[in-house]
């Protein structure tokens, strides 16, 4: 049982470049986050998935576009990134049994630079 | 809507002596609130969360936190820290649609 698994675990971009980050999880969890953290600004919600074939924008979903084709994968991708996207990039599960008590499952990060 | 203040952005202490780290919040709603740690270079891992019933809440590693309606607050406290306990926190409060609302973290650094 790997829990939450990202891929990849670092990442040098150039500005304009795209690349695709992807999370899975091997809990059977419907519900599916990314998150971008930044010193100071704690995780701040980019995009999230409430089950297979559907998502929705967060807190900071621009630039950002994602994809949950089969329920245990979320895709984020960046279609031309750009030097403020550069951050440490989180993606979590969580189960449907209560929406809004149900503990969060956290993957070991992305970090990606953009030049 | 809600939101997360974490009124010191990093706490040092030395081993052995008791840590309180301080977390207000504001919500419109009913309220669930969560600590979280980050060790370095890994993803966030529960401490404890606070649903309902006793407002005194236990945690892994023997953390525990208090729920106060009154003062909007939820500090996280340890009556003796190690070493290990050098990392991240981050309180949290529960939103619509399990939608997680972040504090901006406090560092704990424990010296010897």
């Known amino acids: 049982n790997a829990g939450v698994t990202q891929t990849p675990k670092f990442r040098v971009l150039k500005t304009g470049q795209s690349m695709t980050l992807l999370c899975a999880q091997d809990m059977n969890h419907e519900y599916m986050y990314w998150y971008r953290q930044d010193p100071g600004m704690g995780l701040r919600l980019i995009h999230y998935s409430v089950g297979e074939g559907t998502t929705a924008k967060g807190e900071v979903p621009d630039g950002y576009n994602v994809s949950r084709l089969k329920k245990q994968n979320f895709l984020l991708g960046l279609e031309s990134a750009a030097p403020s996207q550069t951050s440490v990039y989180f993606c979590a599960s969580s189960t449907r049994t209560s929406a809004s008590t149900d503990t969060q499952y956290f993957g070991p990060g992305t970090r990606l630079t953009v030049l | 809507a809600q939101s997360v203040t974490q009124l010191d952005s990093q706490v040092p202490v030395f081993e052995e002596a008791p840590v309180e780290l301080r977390c207000n919040y504001s919500?419109?709603?009913?309220?669930?609130l969560f600590w979280y740690v980050q060790y370095p270079n890994q993803g966030l891992q529960l401490l404890l969360k606070?649903?309902?019933?006793?407002?005194l809440v236990k945690g892994i590693n023997g953390f525990e936190a208090e729920f106060n309606k009154s003062q909007t607050s939820f500090h996280l406290r340890k009556p003796s820290v190690h070493i290990s306990d050098t990392a991240e926190y981050f309180c949290a409060v529960s939103g619509e649609g399990n939608k997680l609302v972040f504090g901006a973290g406090t560092i704990l650094r424990v010296k010897s």
């Open positions: 919500s419109s709603v009913s309220v669930y």
């Open positions: 606070y649903l309902s019933g006793s407002t």
